[in-house]
């Protein structure tokens, strides 16, 4: 019980939660900052836990060096303001008996072994290399691309804020036949939530194909994207392929620059399977929104895929089959697709959408406001210009018209050149 008494008495003396408190109150501060760079320059969450246990590490060496540094271990000296017990007293001899500022024996070797170590210019030293440490991986993270996070904006030099990409058909080399299809999707889903990068929309490319004289269930391989891209001035094409990789897939992407034919960036990702494949997308589509000039904080903000399209893989590739024929005008061969991928996925907000619009088209109402109404209620997972869309079908649907404008307008601020928002805004006025 003295052990522990004369323990207690030393931290107090020695002034520890002193020093706790202010090592605390500091490691709060660093926190808070290393929280601001990661959120202004895109870094990844395990930034801040790698700076907390770093902090963590450096709390014993300090703590050990307030301690050291009041004075030498409790047996090597005697504190007066400290009575020993009576029990104490009586074990000791006569000579032993503590005298106020006089010690019982000089200081020891390891005593001095222990200041030279424990002391606050190491503290200092410590904390400094620590951080050092954070420092070299963040900057490795951000200039060598750890991960695949790529800095340098490889096509910036030909493409630009508000410049548009046309995203072509993926080749697909599996045994699954929606599979490119439902990657391309992805890919279109994930670019059109950037404010940087905005997809040419389907609307946009009939349009080019009507223009050009093809039929619009013409297949928008690379060599039609990159003739469409030079007609309309789009400076670049982003083209790809799925190919199987053992039980998994390995996913490629190309920017090409529209006016040279020449790729600018290739860049490849691996699903390990089926599961893998929406994240590996998603991975895949930051990279070309990163080369084609986005900056990191407008990727940290965004959502991530799975959230905006659907974590399933089968009901991406129903849909994606069900959005290719309504592109070709057959939204009745669409509606049983669609009505499939919301079997799989309840919570597949585009999917409703698209069964809305495909209902709409073949004269059915009242199943198209059904569907309206479910993917306004999961219009959270959309992306904002798809969700104002959806806010504006749904409001349509009710002819609530002062609401649907509202809609439609918020799409044209984000996407000028969004084709089926301005006609329907010009329908609506008309």
Do not use: C
């Amino acid at each position: 019980m003295s052990r522990l008494k004369n323990f207690i008495h030393e931290v107090h003396r020695r002034t520890l939660w002193q020093v706790l408190a202010i090592y605390l109150g500091v490691s709060w501060l660093v926190l808070q900052a290393v929280e601001v760079l990661t959120s202004s320059y895109g870094l990844p969450p395990w930034f801040p836990a790698l700076a907390a246990a770093l902090l963590l590490m450096g709390l014993p060496f300090v703590l050990a060096t307030a301690f050291v540094q009041e004075g030498g271990p409790i047996g090597n000296r005697v504190d007066p303001t400290l009575i020993p017990e009576a029990s104490d007293l009586t074990l000791l001899p006569e000579a032993s008996v503590p005298v106020a500022g006089v010690t019982s024996r000089p200081a020891s070797r390891s005593g001095e072994g222990l200041h030279r170590l424990f002391n606050w210019r190491n503290a200092i030293l410590i904390g400094a290399a620590l951080f050092a440490v954070w420092g070299v991986i963040s900057a490795a993270w951000l200039f060598t691309g750890f991960k695949g996070l790529v800095v340098k904006a490889e096509a910036a030099d030909f493409f630009g804020e508000t410049d548009q990409v046309v995203v072509a058909d993926f080749e697909n080399e599996t045994e699954q036949p929606a599979l490119g299809l439902a990657v391309r999707e992805a890919v279109v889903t994930d670019l059109d939530q950037s404010p940087y990068v905005h997809v040419v929309g389907g609307s946009e490319l009939e349009q080019v194909l009507d223009r050009m004289r093809l039929p619009d269930t013409t297949a928008i391989d690379e060599d039609v994207a990159l003739e469409i891209a030079r007609r309309e001035g789009y400076p670049a094409v982003v083209a790809g392929s799925v190919t199987p990789l053992g039980s998994g897939y390995q996913i490629t992407a190309r920017i090409i620059e529209s006016s040279t034919g020449e790729v600018a960036v290739r860049v490849r990702e691996t699903a390990a399977n089926n599961d893998e494949v929406v994240a590996t997308v998603e991975q895949l589509s930051r990279l070309l929104r990163r080369h084609l000039g986005e900056s990191l904080t407008s990727l940290q903000r965004s959502k991530p895929l799975p959230q905006l399209t659907t974590a399933s893989l089968e009901a991406l590739e129903l849909y994606s089959e069900g959005r290719a024929l309504m592109r070709r005008g057959d939204a009745a061969s669409a509606i049983p697709l669609m009505e499939r991928a919301v079997a799989v996925d309840t919570t597949f907000a585009s999917a409703y959408r698209g069964l809305s619009v495909a209902y709409g088209n073949i004269g059915n109402m009242s199943s198209g406001q059904i569907n309206a109404d479910k993917a306004y209620r999961h219009s959270e997972r959309l992306v904002d210009e798809e969700r104002y869309m959806t806010g504006a079908l749904y409001h349509a649907y009710r002819r609530q018209l002062d609401s649907t404008v509202y809609y439609y307008k918020l799409v044209i601020n984000l996407d000028p050149e969004n084709f089926v928002a301005v006609n329907n805004l010009g329908d609506i006025y008309e």
